[in-house]
């Protein structure tokens, strides 16, 4: 038996999919522990990334892929009790949602009581059972959509919890997993089955699937049956898989073991969803490798050499680029040695990136303002004096780390983890000082003032930059957290 089953899953259908990093890096530094991996993806992985992944102490490493293309087969239930058991999937469809995890639990005891018959997962979903029970749940929410619609949209949001029922999910001591609609069904699979405890991660990662991107989840497994849908069907697609995964991510919370969270005390102040879980808490800060390259030092005297002020974010109205635009322009006013940057990540709305290049070019900045809708790191790091977040959410976390890994100053919004980031933790770590500045959101004035203090002062901007890192160093660089995994760890084994 392993020490500790990991369980994860990958969405990013655009390149190879491979172990995210962070995981292989975990599993390599506690080289005491024996490790195995279950990696949930749309699709099957290379199995020349499998080989060249493979830390030496990770002893087992299953590839689900929930395809509707392969079929799992495991041990099921003998046919005396397979009806005792569509009885209780229907019971699990109507219960409300506090109720579900006891049909659940029930669904799972039923499987595997008689290891001499196997039962595929196409057996479960093109039953009639399964067709009445679509049927019902048809008629019962009145959907002004064709029934035919509706049947692809339930298989395809509900068949791969069926596949998850009959996959292999390997025994361990303990179950550490990153929460997403599939990851946490199966730990709640594995939890029942081995009477093992497991632990959510909430890991803002963007190689790895979570509860906070529905929208690529859904769009990650569903990609031709998306392409066939009219605009009704597409609403009814996206709000079923937005209840199931509600449902699934209340079941995750409720039964976890423990809840490990990279957010402080303030910011857990504004999750109503952890409330319940707040005794489970505890707080291991996702931390990054910390930098020792210095940045290319820039040529010419504070007045004339030319700095850069950048951003990185989404395209969208959550990360308010638009205020970033409003207040480059201030900047660009008030300092004519200042270009600026803006470094656009994937799953952008092209709408508003359009938009924001109107802005852009109206407010005449098309010649100092460089919108790149692609994360370079090397470009960035190496180049960037300032790094602005404008997010009105919760911030990208792994980049405000890095460039504070690389002794640049920030300026952020007041949200999420930003305070905590540039102000301290509330411990020992706020005697450390400032690493930037925080901002109202949507005040591209503030933004402006803020940025314009660094790039005025350079003592100022260097004593940042030095805070930034030491701050990295002592509380968020993997090698400190891990150690903070490995005591978790042997609290369960």
């Known amino acids: 038996m392993d020490d500790v089953c990991i369980i994860v899953e990958s969405i990013d259908i655009r390149k190879p999919i491979e172990l995210p990093r962070y995981v292989t890096d975990l599993i390599t530094t506690l080289n005491e522990l024996r490790f195995a991996v279950v990696f949930i993806t749309p699709k099957p992985i290379s199995s020349d990334v499998v080989i060249t992944s493979y830390p030496g102490n990770l002893n087992t490493f299953i590839n689900i892929c929930l395809d509707n293309s392969i079929v799992c087969k495991n041990p099921a239930p003998q046919k005396k009790y397979f009806y005792e058991m569509w009885k209780t999937i229907n019971q699990f469809y109507r219960a409300p949602l506090v109720e579900k995890k006891n049909f659940l639990e029930q669904m799972i005891d039923g499987l ?10 196409k057996d479960i979903i093109f039953s009639k059972q399964m067709w009445n029970l679509i049927i019902e749940d048809y008629r019962i929410k009145e959907l002004h959509i064709p029934f035919v619609n509706y049947y692809k949209i339930f298989y395809s949001t509900q068949g791969s919890l069926f596949q998850l029922m009959n996959a292999h999910i390997p025994r361990a001591k303990l179950y550490h997993v990153f929460p997403s609609l599939y990851t946490v069904w199966a730990a709640f ?16 990662t963007d190689a790895i699937a979570t509860f906070m991107d529905v929208k690529s989840n859904y769009l990650a497994y569903n990609q031709m049956l998306l392409s066939s849908m009219d605009p009704p069907s597409l609403a009814v697609l996206h709000d079923l898989y937005a209840a199931t995964c509600d449902s699934v991510e209340y079941l995750g919370y409720s039964c976890t073991d423990m809840l490990i969270t990279q957010f402080a005390e303030q910011q857990r102040e504004e999750r109503d ?6 005794p489970k808490m505890v707080q291991i800060q996702a931390g990054i490798k910390f930098s020792e390259t210095p940045k290319k030092n820039k040529t010419g005297t504070q007045k004339t050499k030319r700095f850069l002020v950048g951003l990185i974010g989404r395209f969208i109205p959550e990360d308010d680029i638009k205020t970033f635009i409003r207040a480059c322009n201030i900047v660009a006013a008030e300092k004519e040695n200042v270009d600026f940057k803006i470094f656009g990540l994937e799953q952008s709305d092209e709408t508003y990136l359009l938009e924001c290049k109107y802005l852009r070019n109206n407010l005449d900045l098309a010649l100092r303002m460089e919108i790149i809708n692609d994360y370079r790191p090397e470009e960035l790091w190496n180049e960037i004096d300032v790094l602005v977040s404008t997010s009105l959410d919760k911030g990208h976390y792994n980049f405000l780390l890095e460039a504070m890994s690389s002794g640049i100053p920030l300026v952020a919004t007041n949200r999420g983890v930003h305070a905590e980031l540039i102000h ?7 005697g450390l000082g400032e690493c930037g500045f925080l901002t109202d959101i949507g005040n591209p004035e503030q ?24 701050r990295i160093e002592n509380h968020y660089s993997r090698e400190t957290n891990f150690k903070k995994y490995l005591k978790t760890y042997q609290d369960y084994l």
């Open 189 to 204: 699979i594995a939890k029942r089955k081995y009477c093992t405890p497991f632990i959510l991660d909430e890991r803002d």
């Open 447 to 470: 933004i402006a003032l803020a940025v314009l203090e660094i790039l005025k002062d350079k003592k100022l901007k260097a004593s940042m930059g030095k805070v930034g890192k030491k």
């Open 424 to 430: 301290g933790d509330g411990t020992d770590d706020t």
């Open 273 to 278: 969803d952890l409330r319940e879980v707040m």
């Open 112 to 121: 595997a009581v008689d290891e001499k018959r196997v039962l595929s997962t």
